[in-house]
Structure formats: structure tokens, C-alpha cells
């Protein structure tokens, strides 16, 4: 799954909607049975959000 984020994913996407990807198949992947889809949909659109507000703005660090 890295793998597919790292080479597919980042290169052909803006960094935010790969990261969102990632970190929602991962989740989907991951979850536990009694958790809801729609949870990790938010969880991962705030994460997404946030991580790419904190390296861009707060650490100035450039995105793919």
C-alpha cells in the first residue's frame, strides 16, 4: 500500500487527495468491524487537511 502511494499516487495526484487516499483505504483496511465508513471519511479528510496545512504553512516545507 506504501508502495502504490509513494509511486503511483503522489506523481500523479496533488499531495492532499493522495494522503486522503491512503490514509482512507488504510483505515478501511485496518478498522475494526463495528466502526463506521463514514468515520473514517472525516478522520481522514481532517488529517489530510491538517497535514498538509502543518508541512506547507507552519514548517514551510514544500509538497510533491
Known amino acids: 500500500l506504501i508502495a502504490i ?3 503511483i499516487l ?3 495526484l496533488p499531495f ?3 494522503t486522503f487516499i ?3 483505504v488504510n483505515m478501511i483496511l485496518f478498522r475494526e ?3 463506521a465508513v463514514w468515520k473514517l471519511l472525516i478522520i481522514s479528510i ?3 487537511v491538517l497535514i498538509s ?3 506547507s504553512k507552519v514548517a514551510n516545507i514544500p509538497l510533491p
Open 5 to 7: 502511494y509513494v509511486f
Open 10 to 12: 503522489i506523481g500523479n
Open 16 to 18: 492532499y487527495i493522495s
Open 22 to 24: 491512503f490514509l482512507f
Open 33 to 35: 468491524r463495528d466502526f
Open 46 to 48: 481532517i488529517f489530510s
Open 53 to 55: 496545512f502543518m508541512f
